[in-house]
């Protein structure tokens, strides 16, 4: 009687114990097959995004790849201040889309040489509000409109429209360092790239007054380390997502 019922629980044990075992297997192959369905979406959405984006930097003889570097740094930056994967990636594509609004910009006004005159720069500024507009339906990205229409403005309150502090989103305040950033190390018709010296020595200056004082040591602290360096479009690869494990930038 013993030895049975011994072995009956030694049979439940052993079933239990298979139900268990597919149970966990069928759950960790539906989660691989979802997490690859994850990967696969996102990187058709950043490709579609990026294809997008490269139309309108296609404007600017100066600044082709200009987004895809400017969210690649952003979420650079974002991850350096210490903020989750999610914030990052999130960030990474508002910061594709920052200039999205320069589509409704005229090429002459975006390629012109000599300074804007004050009604030019009236034009130039409504790229913030035309971006806004055109994304004003995509809720899929956190903070998407304020970081597109904000991103021109100064922690002083001296950019566009006078919006100061931490009333300009996070997401603005980090992608106007990385957008300066990308400016000063690439070549403009008036100049070629600032050495690295100097784009910290900038960066320092502008601490709080054009940029957030945290995100601009961050900036600084990241040149140094030798964790933020400029991305030259001429090894041609697009710019990815930066890996996590990445201590250093992976351009690939
Ligand atoms: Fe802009």
Known sequence: MNESFNLLIIGVLLISSLIIFIYTELTR??????????????????????????????????TSGHS???????????????????????????????DIGKIGIPSALINKKERLTDDEFDIMKKHTIIGRDILIEITTINNLTRGVSEHHEHWDGSGYFGKKGTDISLEARIIAAADAFDA??????????????????????C??????????????????????????????????YPAKSASVPVWS
């Not at 000063?184 to 790239?193: E, P």
Request: no cysteine; aromatic share 10%; hydrophobic share 40%.
């Open 29 to 62: 192959h539906k989660l691989f097959r979802t997490e690859k369905k994850n990967r696969e979406y996102r990187a058709i959405v950043t490709e579609a995004l990026t294809a997008l984006v490269n139309a309108v930097d296609a404007k600017d003889s100066y």
């Open 68 to 98: 895809a570097r400017v969210a690649a740094y952003s979420s650079l930056i974002a991850r350096r201040l210490g903020y989750d994967e999610d914030f990052t990636e999130n960030l990474y594509y508002i910061g594709l889309l920052h």
């Open 184 to 205: 000063m190390t690439s070549d403009r018709s008036y100049r070629g790239m600032l050495p690295l010296e100097a784009v910290m020595l900038e960066i320092e200056n």
């Open 207 to 240: 601490g709080g007054k054009q940029f957030d004082p945290a995100v601009a040591y961050a900036v600084i602290e990241m040149i140094k380390s030798g964790s933020l360096n400029p991305y030259f479009t001429a090894s041609a690869k697009p710019l990815k």
